[in-house]
């Protein structure tokens, strides 16, 4: 039987390929401009031109597809998932790294039918490393199959994880003491690249035995849900019910062991749900 979304997958690649390029551009071309003015316009700059070139190739090849975009709903798009095929994208995962050149940038595409993720693909694009998954058919970086660790002891496992963008107080402290109670378990340490797509991957090639976040949202994780999956590790949400693609919080694991003892330490707080209505 055809592969029906090979195609799409393919095209995928090469258009992460491309914004990829032009990210390591910016990098290289304007880090001058930013110290001398505002980087949070340049950095918006970059996302939008990064977007825009990612939906204008596809709509070429795909033109009754639909996009949720990072960019795009901060202009006002809404985040719905519906049954039609749906891209979803992160143009520039790691904003922050990438004003500061921090070497953890990445170009996040997922692809959805049926409110469900078929494939993803995430391009590390500082490293110039290809991590792909495909539903039912694996999980690759530039090639190689890629296995969650076999690790089941919390004590040797090394934990990933992100301070996010909140700067309430109440939020803040309320990570602080997750990651205190995670840290002494003990474990043997906690991480963090800046990019949860890059975070992902890291579960998925075995690197580190998990990854959680609060306040993520769902172009941050669509690529990486299914690389994580189809590496041999699992998803969750953080009160250990199923994982949900729109509820802004996630435990990746290579188990369901590692999983379900970091759900017992996280401290949940509320983040709204990207699919919510703004009125």
Same mark, same amino acid.
């Given at each position: 039987?055809?592969?029906?979304?090979?195609?799409?997958?393919?095209?995928?690649?090469?258009?992460?390929?491309?914004?990829?390029?032009?990210?390591?551009?910016?990098?290289?071309?304007?880090?001058?401009?930013?110290?001398?003015?505002?980087?949070?316009?340049?950095?918006?700059?970059?996302?939008?031109?990064?977007?825009?070139?990612?939906?204008?190739?596809?709509?070429?090849?795909?033109?009754?597809?639909?996009?949720?975009?990072?960019?795009?709903?901060?202009?006002?798009?809404?985040?719905?998932?519906?049954?039609?095929?749906?891209?979803?994208?992160?143009?520039?995962?790691?904003?922050?790294?990438?004003?500061?050149?921090?070497?953890?940038?990445?170009?996040?595409?997922?692809?959805?039918?049926?409110?469900?993720?078929?494939?993803?693909?995430?391009?590390?694009?500082?490293?110039?490393?290809?991590?792909?998954?495909?539903?039912?058919?694996?999980?690759?970086?530039?090639?190689?199959?890629?296995?969650?660790?076999? #690790?089941?002891?919390? +004590? @040797?496992?090394?934990?990933?994880? =992100?301070?996010?963008?909140?700067?309430?107080?109440?939020? %803040?402290? $309320?990570?602080?003491?997750?990651?205190?109670?995670?840290?002494?378990?003990?474990?043997?340490?906690?991480?963090?690249?800046?990019?949860?797509?890059?975070?992902?991957?890291?579960?998925?090639?075995?690197?580190?035995?998990?990854?959680?976040?609060?306040?993520?949202?769902?172009?941050?994780?669509?690529?990486?849900?299914?690389?994580?999956?189809?590496?041999?590790?699992?998803?969750?949400?953080?009160?250990?019910?199923?994982?949900?693609?729109?509820?802004?919080?996630?435990?990746?694991?290579?188990? #369901?062991?590692?999983? +379900? @003892?970091?759900?017992?330490?996280? =401290?949940?707080?509320?983040?709204?749900?990207?699919?919510? %209505?703004? $009125?």
């Amino acid at each position: 039987m055809a592969d029906p979304w090979k195609e799409a997958m393919e095209h995928a690649i090469i258009v992460a390929r491309k914004a990829g390029q032009v990210i390591r551009d910016a990098l290289q071309n304007e880090v001058k401009v930013m110290t001398k003015s505002s980087s949070v316009d340049l950095v918006t700059k970059t996302d939008q031109r990064v977007e825009k070139l990612i939906i204008g190739y596809v709509k070429e090849k795909f033109p009754t597809h639909s996009f949720i975009g990072e960019e795009s709903v901060a202009a006002g798009e809404p985040c719905i998932l519906t049954d039609n095929p749906t891209w979803i994208i992160d143009p520039v995962d790691g904003t922050t790294n990438f004003v500061h050149g921090f070497p953890f940038v990445a170009v996040s595409i997922g692809f959805a039918v049926n409110k469900e993720l078929e494939f993803g693909v995430v391009y590390s694009c500082v490293e110039d490393k290809m991590y792909t998954g495909r539903k039912g058919k694996g999980a690759y970086c530039d090639g190689e199959k890629l296995e969650v660790s076999d #690790r089941k002891e919390m +004590e @040797r496992s090394m934990i990933i994880s =992100e301070l996010g963008s909140n700067r309430d107080h109440e939020t %803040v402290s $309320k990570i602080f003491s997750t990651m205190q109670k995670i840290l002494c378990i003990p474990v043997h340490g906690l991480r963090g690249s800046g990019t949860a797509a890059t975070n992902m991957c890291m579960v998925a090639s075995g690197a580190v035995e998990a990854f959680f976040e609060i306040g993520i949202h769902c172009w941050d994780i669509a690529a990486g849900a299914v690389i994580v999956t189809e590496a041999g590790g699992v998803l969750m949400d953080v009160d250990g019910g199923p994982f949900d693609l729109m509820s802004r919080r996630m435990v990746s694991a290579n188990n #369901r062991t590692i999983a +379900e @003892r970091i759900i017992k330490e996280i =401290e949940i707080f509320p983040a709204e749900r990207d699919d919510v %209505v703004k $009125k």
